[in-house]
């Protein structure tokens, strides 16, 4: 599917999806979205991107349709039974799950397309809202390699792809993902927690530490966060604690201990816990001077 004429139909159109349907539509693909929330759709309009009423009507007519909602139990909600998107979608279109969901609904959500003619791939991402505006996003792409390379050309608007393997696999590539990022972030607020405690300069730490074994994309995005403490949500807290507790679950499944992740998600539910779920992830470290109020700066 390389022909920029393409239809694409946008199910979401939160902190991800709306740079996205923006980017396909730059590129030249008719793009319409749907989102519960219409207001928050609306400014798509000035890139010619249109707006469909329900979530069935952006998916009739569209060669592809990618979903970017919040999680798995809205993904089933949205797209899966007799009233929901892929049963008004048509054979031989792709359905391309971009949400961070588990394993087994991406599964389940492949059977229910595959027995109405239609392909699906589940490729969530990782890059945040940053990633999104300027397609730089890492896309983790699960399903047949033929329809992945059959949606390069899209694909290639938003970020770079990669085939892991056959559907859940990239569901299972984010969780993996999300696991290295949580303990990542905590790292990097402990360090500072730390630093700061001690009577240094936290912005001048993370200055020194660039560069060498302990620099990261991470480090160097999330630490300047929370050195300015700026945690204007690029990815909520509440959606990072549903990656981790959905990680920690299908390990469960498998008799895995995964004891950093496991000690990872209890600090992030803590920090939902006490309201903060909407802030940006890197503030966990509002979390750490609750839990050390006589350490470096209280919140």
């Excluded at 939160?14 to 730059?26: E, F, N, T």
């Excluded at 990097?188 to 990261?216: C, I």
């Amino acid at each position: 599917m390389s022909d920029t004429r393409e239809t694409i139909a946008l199910v979401g159109t939160g902190i991800m999806g709306a740079p996205m349907a923006g980017r396909l539509a730059a590129a030249g693909y008719d793009v319409t979205v749907w989102n519960r929330t219409v207001e928050k759709a609306a400014a798509l309009t000035e890139a010619g991107v249109k707006i469909a009423g329900t979530a069935v009507g952006s998916a009739t007519l569209a060669d592809v349709v990618i979903c970017m909602l919040s999680s798995g139990p809205v993904c089933e909600a949205v797209l899966a039974g007799p009233d929901g998107v892929i049963a008004g979608m048509r054979p031989g279109s792709v359905l391309v799950v971009m949400s961070s969901i588990p394993v087994e609904t991406a599964v389940a959500l492949e059977t229910e397309a595959a027995a109405r003619g239609i392909d699906c791939l589940d490729a969530p991402v990782s890059g945040g809202e940053r990633g999104a505006r300027e397609g730089t996003l890492a896309i983790m792409a699960g399903g047949d390699g033929a329809v992945v390379e059959r949606l390069r050309d899209v694909f290639a608007c938003l970020g770079r792809v990669t085939h892991v393997g056959p559907v859940g696999s990239g569901a299972l590539t984010k969780l993996a993902n999300q696991l290295i990022v949580a303990s990542t972030i905590c790292a990097v607020a402990e360090a500072l927690t730390l630093a700061e405690s001690g009577g240094a300069d936290p912005t001048k730490v993370r200055e020194a530490l660039l560069g060498g074994f302990a620099d990261s994309t991470v480090f160097r995005q999330h630490g300047l966060r929370m050195v300015e403490g700026n945690f204007q949500p690029g990815g909520p807290a509440k959606y990072q604690v549903k990656d981790t507790s959905t990680a920690i679950a299908f390990a469960r499944s498998r008799e895995l201990k995964l004891p950093v992740s496991e000690e990872v998600d209890r600090l992030f539910q803590a920090m939902v816990d006490h309201g903060d779920g909407d802030l940006d992830h890197s503030g966990v470290i509002l979390e750490l001077r609750r839990m050390n109020p006589r350490g470096g700066n209280s919140a």
